[in-house]
């Protein structure tokens, strides 16, 4: 069975103190942008973008939109005149803070291990920072950035990890597999503590296995235990469990976020090719995600208000696509307007009280249910609907 990884960065692959790293960045950023910043105004405004990003809950703007929004008019310089020396910093001088991490011993062969076993992994690290400096670290580490499927930047990510919706959001640009999951980092409060409310299994690195700190994670030891924790293991057991309201907020909070990555920068003729005969193109399953939102989600979720016990229809939407003749629509603004249906949801869902989430209906296809299990529906219907479009994607291109 295939297991998708989810491996974390620093200090789970590459040994870096961030203590001295972190200052060390910014210091040598300053020095390189000082003829045009004052260093202390660039340390202020750096801190107030990475904060920005650290609390975005913005599915429509990458981590990168968010900290330029707050950087740039901080330091009172028009976006774009920095370019070229900020692409130099990270082409010639981030490198040379390389001698301030170092390889995990363990890391290259767990990953060979890993990859020679099928498993799919991704790079979960933290995504504050650029692709550039990104790919570097990882380099450090004894790794080149296309031996992953994905590896998480602040140009094509939307959350940071304080937000259980970045997992969710690694696993859509995955296609959100139904098979097992497995979260792998040495941070309790950025890798394990978010990944377990969205549903995942997690594994706490560089912890014994047996020490009381391990807390909220499913095991926990060395890169090496995690191999042989995992060849003892029954990877079924590793299969995420969406069925809290955490996770089916972080899902529906992602789904978007997924979209937007996805779709950002295709070519504009992908947007109507089938990608065969019985398959939508991408503009109609957008426009059927858009109106099942605006018309199935909106009216159900407006019942449990209405009504103590409420009667919860699911009409057919299947036809939608030829009957509203989707094909002819222009898939980009649909998506625009699927972004600004979810969060008029989210504006229902966010007042909604914890107590209401249990609230008792009957659903017309499911029979007895409640508040929680009708939002889940909604979250498993972005599941199927961001595998058909990972899938469209992987045939179209």
């Known amino acids: ?40 105004l660039m340390f202020r405004a750096l801190i107030a973008g990475t904060q920005k ?39 010639n001088v981030f490198p040379t803070l390389q001698n301030l991490t170092s390889p995990k011993p363990e890391a290259k ?21 650029p692709t550039k400096a990104t790919h570097h670290r990882l380099r450090w580490a004894g790794f ?12 094509n990510f939307h959350f940071s990890k304080t937000h259980s919706a970045y997992y969710a959001e690694v696993l859509g640009r995955m296609g959100w597999s139904d098979s097992p999951v497995l979260m792998v980092g ?5 890798d394990i503590i978010p990944a377990k409310r969205l549903g995942l299994k997690t594994f706490l690195v560089d912890v ?21 924790w995992l060849e003892s293991l029954d990877l079924t057991s590793l299969t995420p469990d969406f069925k809290s309201k955490e996770s089916v907020s972080a899902i529906m909070s992602a789904t978007p976020a997924v979209l937007n990555g996805m779709l950002k920068n295709i070519e504009p003729e992908l947007w109507s090719l089938k990608p065969s005969d019985n398959d939508w193109t991408l503009t109609e399953l957008i426009c059927h995600l858009r109106d099942t939102e605006r018309e199935i989600h909106h009216m159900q979720l407006k019942l449990f208000n209405e009504k103590e ?14 009957q509203r003749d989707y094909m002819h629509e222009n898939g980009i603004t649909a998506l625009k307007e699927f972004n600004t ?6 504006s229902f869902l966010d007042s909604t009280p914890d107590e209401a989430w249990m609230q008792k209906a009957r659903h017309a296809i499911f029979g007895p249910t409640n508040f929680l299990e009708v939002t889940g529906f909604m979250a498993e219907h972005d599941r199927l609907h961001i595998q058909q479009a990972y899938s469209a994607l992987n045939k179209l291109q």
């Open 1 to 40: 069975m295939t297991l998708t990884l989810l491996l974390d960065l620093d200090d789970t692959l590459l040994n870096t103190n961030l203590q001295s790293f972190v200052p060390a960045y910014f210091q040598a950023l300053a020095n390189e942008l000082a003829p045009q910043i004052t260093p202390t």
């Open 53 to 91: 990003m650290n609390e975005s809950k913005d599915f429509s703007k990458t981590l990168k939109e968010v900290f330029d929004e707050e950087f740039y008019p901080q330091i009172d310089v028009e976006r774009g005149k920095l370019d070229s020396a900020i692409e130099n910093f990270y082409d």
């Open 109 to 129: 062969p767990f990953v060979e291990w890993a990859l020679a076993q099928g498993f799919r992994i991704a790079i979960a690290t933290d995504p504050l920072l």
């Open 144 to 155: 080149e950035p296309s031996q992953f499927e994905i590896v998480s930047t602040y140009e």
């Open 186 to 190: 040495n941070d309790m409060d950025r």
């Open 208 to 228: 014994e296995p047996a020490s009381t700190s391990t807390g909220e994670a499913d095991s926990a030891g060395s890169l090496s235990d995690l191999r042989l």
């Open 309 to 322: 016990e409420p009667f919860i229809p699911r009409p057919d939407t299947g036809v939608w696509a030829s």
């Open 341 to 346: 249906t979810r969060r008029e949801t989210f």
